[in-house]
């Protein structure tokens, strides 16, 4: 029987295990039990030897490790008594995100307004979107209640730049001048004003943008009528012909602020959400 250490025996038998028994034959096992059970075993050829080895110095190794003493438990954040988001709801801040980021100002105010309490993943994805834009961000914590403190103590990489409790300053979204003086009017004039600029020809694709930004900035009022104004006109475009869908065709642009104006309606009627 061999006289070296478990460490050492160990180390040789994974290199025993490397090299192959072909190579070099297991080691002898330190007299005592381990040693004991593997000549019990009766394994004749050298692979069987060093598999039973192996087996054996395992199971012993394993005994031996002691459990790490116990952690304290982890302090939950404190209560907050807002009701939780609608699952529907935390679902399109995905989704604006991914595709109508110039609404999230909105969703945020909106479901802040309301009262929601936000979901543990959707507030880690806002405060690690927003870790740059300090008043954005502000508003972020504000949102997430006692759980942001919570989570960027025990997360400090989700921890604003720079942030500054201050209030937030939004961005103003620029629109065509002479659609300015109407989002706040009566519902009619703004769709009017738009689906008859659009079939004029007067709004091309390359207004698309601040014609998106009118959409996202039209009183919530005329978001009905001017969502019927504009499938009616889209309706008209396809009637004559213009079948094209590919980006920069007159049917996509009314397809654009059809999809806009929908998603708009869609998810401030979601945060009004009876709880």
């Not at 096992?29 to 004991?36: E, M, R, T, V, Y």
């Amino acid at each position: 029987m061999s006289t070296a250490s478990p460490a050492d025996t160990w180390a040789e038998l994974v290199t025993v295990g490397l090299l192959g028994t072909d190579r070099r034959d297991p080691p002898e096992l330190p007299d005592g039990p381990i040693a004991d059970l593997v000549a019990d075993a009766l394994c004749p050829t050298p692979q069987g030897r060093l598999l039973a080895s192996v087996s054996a110095m395992v199971v012993a190794r394993r005994c031996g490790v002691l459990p790490l003493s116990p952690r304290p438990p982890l302090m939950p954040p404190d209560d907050d008594p807002r009701p939780m988001l609608p699952v529907v709801a935390a679902r399109r801040w995905h989704s604006l995100v991914a595709n109508w980021p110039t609404l999230e100002p909105e969703w945020l105010a909106a479901a802040s307004a309301h009262g929601w309490r936000p979901p543990p993943d959707v507030l880690v994805d806002m405060l690690r979107r927003h870790r740059r834009s300090p008043h954005v961000a502000a508003s972020i914590v504000v949102f997430g209640g006692s759980l942001a403190p919570w989570l960027i103590d025990h997360q400090p990489d989700l921890a604003p730049f720079n942030a500054r409790q201050d209030a937030p300053q939004p961005r103003v979204l620029p629109v065509p001048a002479e659609l300015e003086p109407l989002l706040g009017g009566p519902p009619d004039d703004i769709a009017t004003a738009v689906v008859s600029g659009l079939a004029a020809g007067h709004y091309k694709w390359s207004h698309r943008a601040v014609l998106l930004n009118t959409v996202a900035r039209v009183a919530r009022t005329s978001l009905p009528a001017l969502i019927d104004a504009l499938e009616a006109g889209r309706d008209r475009v396809e009637a004559h012909g213009h079948l094209s869908g590919e980006p920069g065709s007159p049917l996509s642009l009314w397809e654009s602020l059809i999809e806009l104006a929908a998603i708009r309606r869609d998810m401030l009627d979601e945060l009004e959400t009876t709880r």
